[in-house]
């Protein structure tokens, strides 16, 4: 949400978006690395390269500007698309979703804006709510929507694809992702998050593998 003072000329086409982008960027480092309490108006605009009057022209306050980036992540995490093709076997489908949804969390600033809308959303809890129904809700649907399938056709055997789908993700996210948030630990290497992966489609596999036979489970 963009709002103005009364009175105040706004710039028009590419310059407009352009400066919008670049207070966006500077204010996602500042919230990133003092938290959204940390953060102020002034230290936002020095980021930006900006002057605070500059600042207030597109943004009232620090909560229309976090609004604005959370936003912002939550439409570029929503374009990204996993790749629950039901004809897929189930082992692959696993160990390819697993892996893109760890790499996903434990990318560059992943941590970092997950761990700042946390930490806001009880304040703004319709800031936080959004995020995880347009992102972390939406790749569990979709999940839970392709184990369905193959739950129909008895390669496996589920009473609650949502649960399930669920238990997956937090798997692939064990001895990982909260390390990574809690700034325990640097981001995993990809050699670790597949080995992770891999444990966990075996977990899955074992707790859930129906009475027609997978292939490739093994």
Do not use: W
């Amino acid at each position: 949400m963009v709002a103005a003072p009364p009175g105040t000329l706004r710039l028009a086409g590419d310059e407009d978006s352009s400066k919008r982008r670049q207070i966006l960027d500077g204010a996602s480092k500042v919230f990133m690395d003092l938290g959204f309490d940390g953060a102020s108006m002034g230290e936002i605009a020095r980021a930006a390269g900006v002057s605070k009057g500059t600042l207030y022209v597109y943004f009232a306050d620090k909560s229309r500007l976090f609004e604005a980036i959370v936003e912002e992540e939550t439409t570029e995490q929503s374009k990204l698309a996993f790749n629950f093709d039901i004809k897929r076997d189930v082992p692959a489908t696993l160990r390819e979703f697993g892996l893109a949804y760890i790499q996903l969390l434990c990318r560059p600033g992943g941590g970092s804006a997950i761990r700042t809308v946390m930490a806001i959303a009880e304040r703004m809890p319709e800031v936080g709510r959004r995020f995880y129904e347009d992102v972390l809700e939406k790749n569990i649907d979709s999940f839970a929507s392709y184990l369905q399938v193959h739950v129909k056709t008895r390669e496996l055997a589920i009473d609650d694809t949502q649960l399930a789908a669920s238990q997956f993700m937090m798997m692939c996210q064990a001895s990982l992702f909260l390390p990574l948030i809690f700034q325990a630990a640097p981001p995993p290497s990809v050699e670790r998050m597949t080995e992770v992966v891999e444990s966990a489609t075996r977990m899955f596999l074992a707790a859930y593998r129906g009475q027609k036979r997978i292939a490739n489970s093994e």
